[in-house]
């Protein structure tokens, strides 16, 4: 019987995959799960459906849902506290992803790097210091793990406020590039096509821009199958999920692997997240001078109009799973945050790539910036595995952007506007703004989301002073 | 269908532990067994003792078993190597272990450090210098498994004389240490004893002398139980196997942890390897002043008359066994080499701790010194974890070791008498002897064991240079 | 009595400058200097000017001249080689420098980093893996002096192809920001201008990319009084020696210090090599979009036509002072390499900066990079010092440019134009091109230099390779 | 017009040599030193002979002299602090060194590791603790020099508490080394014994256990000449200083550098401090098992009694300078702090080795261990400049001692005796003694100079708990 506090509990997504993996799970898990969440009402539509999911006849196992009225109600006596919140709203994120535009920066998805993560990052960080501070207060022993984004500032914060924190990032970019991979495997060499979990990658980097050092599959070196399947799909692209058509050329979230086997025929690695996620890390002048390069490379700008649209279907739909208009039909995810919590409850070892402080598993990074490394999850640990060396043209890319997160970080910490304009230049994607540019598209934002900011910024001054 | 090269095939212990494990794993590894050994005669009864196995109504799988004339022979595509070998003779060994004795330095194994681990190993490196080029020459890609000591010395021979090998070093001294703590759980808790696999633990240091910083099973955290523990059994002493008292008192392998418990005591973390290995690395006024003191910290020092005596009954029982006088009775050991060798095929993740250069795995300890920490292995691929650091106490008697290893290790490789010697005063079983002391009983073992060094090295203008 | 082996003995301004240094220097330092060129009637002219130097009443050394017929010749028996050499002619230099021009890419010089930078060190590495083979052949324990550009790179070369050489880079643009700072210390104390040799400063980086962290004058911290000094001449520039107008507004080595002045005032420590120079480290966005930049931010672009322009001026001045028809005025320069070479002789201590392989004077740079830091000089012996830590932000920029320099080394050691061209795409200075254009702007740039590249490189491969 | 803060200004040896310096030198430094002493009436002696020596015809200066009621008044407004003070009293450092001859360990000095070593920061870190707050609190921008011994962990205490301090350790021992190698050059070369300040030697280890790696005196290689000097001198010992049959037998002071030589003899680097202090790093089997030895060695126990004798002596001599009765004779020393304080203050660079905490100076060392390697003084500066590597067995010695003393810091920082007593048990001074022999000598002198400890330490607790 275990607590998890879920913070961000009336996550239109995130809240309902977990519930779903939870309720399914083939292990002995279960407890209560405590939703917490400024907006309040989502919560309390979660928790219903979270018990409709728990009263289906697939359900293993029937969780109990409470919905706390403050944070620190939620994480007391927790086991684990997932944290998933939104920062902000879409019409800030709205300001992150579009206001670039205008100067001719633009990005995919725009909530990690380039000019709308530093922003969303201002945005996020006095919000995890609050967490960060609750945690130790309520719950100092339990295992926390954070979806939101940006993961690294995010995961940084909680362990610069509280050192003893036992905190990871989970994301799932990785795993497409291990599916990706699989693709490959059955185009190469015929057979049926793999589990991504028969595979052993060494992947490392910052989140969202991660790379895959090496692959194997039994005796297969997955990689050196590569060059074959460029010649192939180098120039087409190829879509390693079944998809039609349309909603390839529509769908805001696909993208064709262009990107992905263009930095390996570069550079000899493969570039392990998302191609969204991988072009916002280099030069904009890349893969995003502007739309139709967006197009070439075979994936999409995200539109937040686009987000918000959904987002409304979403709700709607949580209120007919709430109410039971609609019936709930549980599946279960890719994801594995359920996995690893079991692997910390002493139910056998697992592997797999998180999100830590640097202690040396990537000696070519800062030690104490956050990076992405396969991790051993065992009873009560986790330990970071050393991850292979990156080339040095890749690692001088990784470097770039782990250490602006390392400035912007610092910068927001002092609440020095000066420091995080100084990540905010150095963003590859603000490559091609000139200093006047990129100072007036800072402020520009600045102002946009000030309704975030203005509680723990000094705006005023820094906007005054020329 | 693989192949393992088994070097020193001739083995009357750990090649029919190895041949029992591989017939009964309920895997589907299979193929040809190559024996080599200098001994052919004995590789040849293990061949035939090996095709009995295989013909057992336990046995899940027959392997093919020949016996090869040469060591290339015998490499030649092998998917694994198998190293374990007798580097000289019983009568080398009695040099080791027992000219230091009239200098009153006991030693309790005398085959890792200390004078007769120095000694031991002048005269393995130069053939593993051998295996190394061979190994390149023959098998560049196949795993390496070396189960030989001195272990961090055979494997750094390996990784220096052929950079790109695939070696890794196997003890199951660790285990032992878990097997103590899962009698630890069953102790104070009065639970069920667990099996050691459930346990998590974080095991590092030098192959013998390594030490449990963190042990979990399930939420318990093992090593918070062992104050209470010793409040019991400091004292007396506890074995964590099922002896009688009679074995206790006279099997020289047998221990009843006070060391372990001691270390503890004193610094907070476990040793972790059997007691009579862990006394070897510290100061010989510690544990085995002499004989008596061995005696009061519960445990043996072991006389090579004892194992020439069992070594000659383990021949004729393998001679009964060959030619089927005897029964074959295969049963599964605690080994882990077989789940290590399915895992590295690609059927699972296993984390294990082995023995293999330090890339960063134990940031406290030189790079490229050969350690010991948990790794994980899955398909061809084994990855150091990082360890949790020592305390600052341990990690002065680890890495004093440590460098005593690499400064043997480079002054064989010279063939430098005089950096040799500097390593063996710097043992920690050597602080009872002055420097006179020191080098005529060096001088001493030197002359012992000089029909395996007179090959390699320049003894006689050492003994000339008083 | 001391040879000095000059290579590029035939220049037109260093080897001067030297000349005049040695015969005027008040030690004892004497010998011979044995100039080596590939245009030997260029090092015989030098050799008549420098006999005229000896010569005159106000030299107090008159060293002996000769002219080497080959490197070999020149090298044996030598305490100090002086390299010194332009790789290639300006003709390929203008291509390096106007090639991107087209493409919207200006710089400065083009002899270090960027477009031109990389290009220049295409050619110059391979001669410089022949004079690191032909000092290990001929004077292994000389002391060898680089002056020549992309200097990192130079130096790099040297320490990879003969790692036991002895050998430092020289350049004197922080001596350059070190009287920036002696005239804001007049300006701002209203002391009368020290000499630079007054002040302590701690200057690190990569040669043409150092930092001045901290800047000392018997008790003053000399950089906290930039901020007043800003106030005054940030936005009109401060030209530190005397020059008129027309000097400054037409001389293109000219620059008032605004690009030093930005950086400090963004970043808190001071941009330390002429504004020149550190432009080309960073975004063409920040100083140099377009020529009209440049002029707002007080520097100007050097275009080839005037390098040419002058050295025919200086070849025709050679020309008159070897016969005669012009007088030898010989002075005394700001350089420092006789004062190394008089503490290398045993003649006193002196701390300059210089560039050398990090062995841990730059914790924050890889380790075997090349970087400038202090160093220790005193009999036969050149230590790195410790220098402090850079800021995130500043350190990012370097090890961005770090990084570059060793990815494009590599790259050019194994003749690797994909590498090489990685390199290129990553220059701060490319920040503006897409990599369409970039991959174009290099192939011709290939082929405009091709005469000095076809000896080394397949181009006809790559270039093949669309 | 300077200030310096002398804690310890009764001091009867380093108080004059100090004030004989500075009345002494040829630069401008002139002001007020303010001495402070627990001992006030010789705190008040001192004062009155550093008047006496400022009226002498000799003295170029004339300070001007006070005494301090309170530290905080002393340190107030301060330029420079000099600490050197005698922790506790002779009586206590009588135990320090005598008690464990009782058990067989000998001490030459006992005031820097070893049994005496280890009771001496006992006594020392508390004092200390309060001293870097004083700083702190009266004198921030002060720089500390520091001569009290153990000076290691003086330094580091100093560091720990106020980690901005910006002190250093003078120590004259590498001094001695570098006067024994200019007898060498003259004793092989035949030239006129050079002074030291002629030589460059890279110097580095811990504090009285440093190693001179390199050694150059214009272009010859200092420690190429020892294996000839050694076969005249190794067996007979040198004595570098000029000195009676007499006094080399019998001041406990002298020693002829057998111990220095066998060091390098054995390691191939020499052992850089007085023999007296280099033993006690070791083993005590090797050169301090018993008297007799130390004798054969060529250098002396120096017993407290001794120490007692001549510090009455002295006494009444300062009584005799004090009132006139005995005229001060001014005489410069080889001490270079006040050469140190100078280049501070900004009258040129000095280059000499200081005990300061590790940045990176010596990377074999753990990162924030007081270490002594050269460092450059400048205006406000001094930066430790990066030392050559030890060979692995030396390094490994001193490692250990280097660990020793942050495990004995770090014990007395937590007040944990446990932990003090790992690291005494540790010493190379106690490798003859078992664990109860060191326990009962740890527990003795606890006992010895419980006067000092009770204050501080829970002294009873860890005496009941045996």
């Known amino acids: 019987m275990i607590k998890i506090a879920y913070i961000g509990g009336g996550s239109k997504q995130w809240a309902r995959v977990f519930m779903n993996d939870l309720a399914l799970d083939e292990g002995d898990l279960c407890g209560e799960i405590a939703l917490y969440d400024i907006d309040r009402e989502a919560a309390e539509r979660n928790r219903r459906i979270g018990m409709r999911i728990g009263n289906c006849p697939e359900a293993r196992h029937k969780w109990s849902y409470t919905v706390s009225g403050t944070l620190d109600e939620a994480l007391a006596g927790a086991t684990f506290v997932v944290l998933s919140i939104l920062p902000g709203t879409f019409d800030e994120m709205e300001v992150d992803v579009h206001a670039p535009e205008k100067y001719g920066v633009y990005q995919s998805v725009g909530d990690t790097v380039g000019p709308g993560g530093v922003l969303r990052a ?49 994301c799932h970019e990785v795993f497409h590039a291990q599916n990706f991979l699989c693709a490959v495997l059955h185009e190469q060499l015929g057979v049926p096509r793999p589990d991504r979990h028969e595979l052993y990658t060494d992947a490392c980097g910052v989140n ?33 999920g079944s998809l039609t ?15 992905k086997m263009d930095l390996y025929r570069r550079f000899g690695v493969l570039g392990a997240a998302g191609d969204r996620h991988l072009a916002e890390f280099v030069s904009n002048k890349w893969y995003m001078s502007d739309p139709r390069q967006v197009e070439e490379w075979g994936f999409h700008l995200t ?37 690893l919590m079991k692997a910390l409850l002493g139910c056998g070892t697992v592997v797999s790539n998180v999100n830590i402080v640097n202690v040396g598993q990537m000696p070519q990074m800062p030690l104490g910036a956050v990076v992405e490394t396969n991790c051993v999850f065992d009873s009560d640990s986790v330990r ?20 602006n997160i390392e400035t912007c970080y610092y910068g927001i910490k002092q609440r020095n506007l000066q420091m995080i304009f100084e990540s905010f230049v150095n963003q590859p994607l603000c490559s091609s703004l000139d200093m006047a540019q990129a100072r007036s598209l800072f402020e ?9 900011l203005d509680e723990f910024y000094d705006l005023q001054a820094f906007l005054d002073n020329k």
């Open 444 to 452: 520009e934002m600045l102002v946009g989301t000030r309704k975030y």
């Open 245 to 259: 058509a349309e909603q390839a050329r529509t769908d805001p979230f696909c993208y064709n692997n262009r990107v």
């Open 122 to 170: 201002m945005r996020t960080v006095p919000l995890y210091e609050g967490f960060a501070r609750a945690i130790k207060r309520c719950c100092p022993k339990a295992w926390v793990i954070n979806f939101t984004n940006p993961m690294s500032i995010c995961v940084k914060t909680l362990y610069d406020v509280f050192p003893e924190i036992k905190a990871f990032g989970c």
């Open 384 to 403: 970071p595995v050393t991850a292979k060396q990156l080339p040095s043209d890749v690692c001088n890319l990784v470097y770039r952007n782990c250490v």
């Open 208 to 240: 969202h821009f991660t790379w895959i050092t090496e692959a194997k599959w039994r005796n297969v070196d997955v990689l050196s199958l590569l060059p074959d399947f460029l010649q192939k799909y180098y120039r087409s692209g190829y879509y390693s």
């Open 303 to 339: 539109p937040v109009s686009y987000r918000k649209a959904r987002q409304q279907e979403r709700i709607e739909e949580s209120i007919r799973l709430a109410d039971g208009t609609q019936a709930v039909q549980p599946h279960r995810s890719d994801e594995e945050a359920v996995r």
